[in-house]
């Protein structure tokens, strides 16, 4: 389908007036949910994304255990008041590829080996979503494994990058996705740099994609800063509480 021409970029300013490097206000909070294990709460931007993990736990159904390690499922759901046309219930193809990338991006990190025949479950609830979900998502998932002290190798942040009216910008909004040529969501390990997760949308020269990849990886470090300042506030408020 042809998109139609929209002016998304003028004097270097976007839509929401962001610089082309800039990110969306993002907000983290770490142990929102009395019954998970583990769980976190982000808005970013107009996304507002709840993440849970449960276990490591019993794996059921039983023909799934693995026992040299544990397995470790991811759930991602866009609730149907969280888009502008209302969303049908239920997985569709898209949730079942977002869930998939995510449960093997977050499966590089958590140190699976230490529960044989485990299952640890991770559950990424989009309550609201405007651009950038699985980001979110990723980011959310990996401060509530923190949250439920699940001992990983490093935190996975998540940002994208993309291409809106020629130019390479970060973090697109919904109308940047929608109107522009191109989205390159990715996912890091937050320290070593490892990439666990890369997609693409749309079109990108080589040159492109280089100065997009790059744009991404320094949001993902942007975000790591703002996971691990909620992490140690949650540590530091339980420690007053006492
Ligand atoms: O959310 P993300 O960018 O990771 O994934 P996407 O498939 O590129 O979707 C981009 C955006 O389109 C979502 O964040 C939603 O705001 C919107 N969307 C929608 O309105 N209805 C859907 N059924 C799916 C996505």
New binding site residues.
Partial sequence: MEKPDMELIKDGKRLDGRRPDELREIKIEVGVLKRATGSAYVEWGK?KVLAAVYGPRELHPKFLRNPTKAVLRCIYN?APF????R?RPGP?R?SVE?SKVSAEALSSVVMLERYPNAGIDVYIE?LQ?????????LTAASVALADAGIPMKDIVAAC?AGKISGEIVLD?M?EE??YGES?L?IAVMSRKKDVVLLQM?GKLTREEFKKAYELAVNGATQVYEIQKAALLKSVNDVKIEG
């Fill in positions: 996304n866009l969280s888009v502008e046309d969303k569709d898209r977002i989009i979503a405007d651009a950038g979900t699985r980001c979110v998502g994208a697109l919904k996705d929608n989205d969501p949308d």
